[in-house]
């Protein structure tokens, strides 16, 4: 595998992109955002709002919002598709705002539960009604007289995090978030930068609080989306298990809260340089050089899970490719992903011939070093678009290839990842 892939723009700047847009009064201009269709399953969900968004070319969106509390009430039930991040956030955004909205999902989204957002949404004085243990469909309330929340994190999330700051952007007063654990800060970046008065300070026993002025008014900013540093991973994982690769991977994302694969790898061996350095939109951005690689197993502390959760299949392809163990702890969260990511991983490397372990939160697997998978099974999906670009991974490295029973979730995050895979001289059919 050899040339030069340019992976999507960043989810979760895309994400927040067009919700920020749709927040602030005025115009915002967006370029390089991910058209998956996680993305544009939120892009409807703001024009049902009453913001109006527009495709001006591939990348290039422009949002007229409607302003902080300015969302109306839809006509139609919300479809987030597969994504929890959309969903999740949106009900944050529009948890402050005196307005019944049903949100729903497919048949993925719709097993994941959503109480741990719901549970602070309702500090604010929003109500709750849906299936049981939280489950979609469900149809928020919004607060008509909404309160300032102090929320502390009982799990790190950002998801949670950034729900709980797009509401308080709508109540008086303060709303803060203390967080044990640092996660993802891509909405207090993306705050600051369309006007949000934000403070961070440390408690007395050491945890971030990020604090909030409510009744917020935001202004247009444009917005460049960096390359996902989580879809940028297939490919890297890849160069560095096929013989002879050397992949560029130009304008990733760098943020610290995200760079922990790379960090990883690094530790494993792996020939990865990190080039031109810069700034984009608030965000650090740098292209990426990987280069194949004899790798050895690690440890991975469960510390680093935040900054890499979405990355741990792939991780996971890499561990079965090294030599000796890796063991990868506080995983937990995997277990609510798209699908049970952890015991997919298992049970997709067991069938190609790779030693796993799962030990409550930790996996460990047993690497089989460089040619040493076997491949030759079919991997069950769970309808995870990171299940399935991981094994297809696998299946380069491995002697007998990987078959994969669904690709069309890939979309969700990684239209072009077929072809642009193909265009480094990878073997996928």
């Known amino acids: 595998m050899t040339g030069t892939l340019t992976a999507p723009g960043d989810k979760s700047i895309s994400h927040r992109a067009l919700i920020f847009g749709a927040m602030a009064i005025g115009e915002t201009r967006i370029r390089g955002l991910l058209e998956g269709e996680d993305v544009l399953d939120t892009a409807k969900v703001l024009r049902a709002l009453g913001a109006d968004l527009s495709q001006e070319s591939a990348g290039n969106w422009r949002v007229h919002g409607v302003g902080v509390g300015g969302f109306a ?71 008509h007289d909404p309160l300032p929340v102090t929320y502390r994190l009982p799990v790190a999330s950002a998801q949670v995090k950034s729900a709980v700051l797009l509401a308080g952007l709508n109540a008086p007063g303060e709303t803060a978030v203390i967080e044990a654990v640092r996660t993802r800060d891509h909405t207090e970046r993306m705050l600051r930068h369309f006007g949000a008065t934000l403070r961070e300070t440390t408690d007395d026993a050491g945890h971030c609080v990020i604090t909030l002025k409510g009744d917020a008014d935001l202004r247009p900013a ?91 299949p792939v991780l996971a392809v890499a561990a079965a490719c090294a030599s000796g163990r890796t063991v990868m702890r506080g995983l937990g969260e995997l277990k609510v992903k798209e699908s049970d990511r952890l015991s997919a991983i298992a049970e997709g490397l067991k069938a190609n011939g790779v030693a796993v372990e799962i030990e409550g939160e930790t996996l460990i697997v047993v690497g089989k070093g460089r040619g040493g998978v076997e491949g030759g099974a079919t991997v069950q999906t769970h309808l995870d ?29 990684f239209p072009s990842f077929v072809g642009d895979m193909r265009a480094l001289g990878a073997e996928l059919n």
């Not at 956030?89 to 529009?94: D, E, H, I, R, T």
């Not at 491995?398 to 979730?409: A, E, H, I, L």
């Open 222 to 312: 444009d917005v460049t989306v960096p390359s996902d540093p989580s879809s940028a991973a297939f490919p890297a994982v890849a160069a560095l298990l096929v013989e002879g690769s050397d992949v560029l991977l130009p304008g990733v994302l760098m943020n610290p809260t995200r760079a922990g694969l790379y960090e990883t790898l690094r530790e494993m061996g792996a020939d990865i340089a990190i080039l031109n350095p810069r700034e984009a939109g608030g965000e650090p951005v740098a292209d990426i050089r990987v280069r194949a690689s004899a790798l050895k197993g690690v440890d991975v502390p469960p510390e680093r899970a935040p900054a890499m959760i979405d990355e741990y």
């Open 385 to 413: 678009h990171r299940i399935a670009m991981a094994f297809l991974v696998l299946g380069l490295a491995s002697r007998d290839g990987v078959r994969v029973d669904d690709v069309r979730m890939i979309a969700t995050s």
């Open 73 to 143: 009430e839809p006509s139609c039930v919300l479809d987030h598709g597969n994504s929890g991040t959309g969903v999740r956030l949106m009900m944050g955004a529009v948890a402050t705002s005196p307005i019944a909205c049903t949100f729903t999902g497919d048949a993925s989204l719709c097993r994941r539960p959503m109480e741990r957002v719901l549970g602070p949404l309702r500090l604010f004085g929003a109500a709750a009604y849906g299936r049981k243990g939280g489950r979609l469909p469900m149809t928020l309330m919004g607060a």
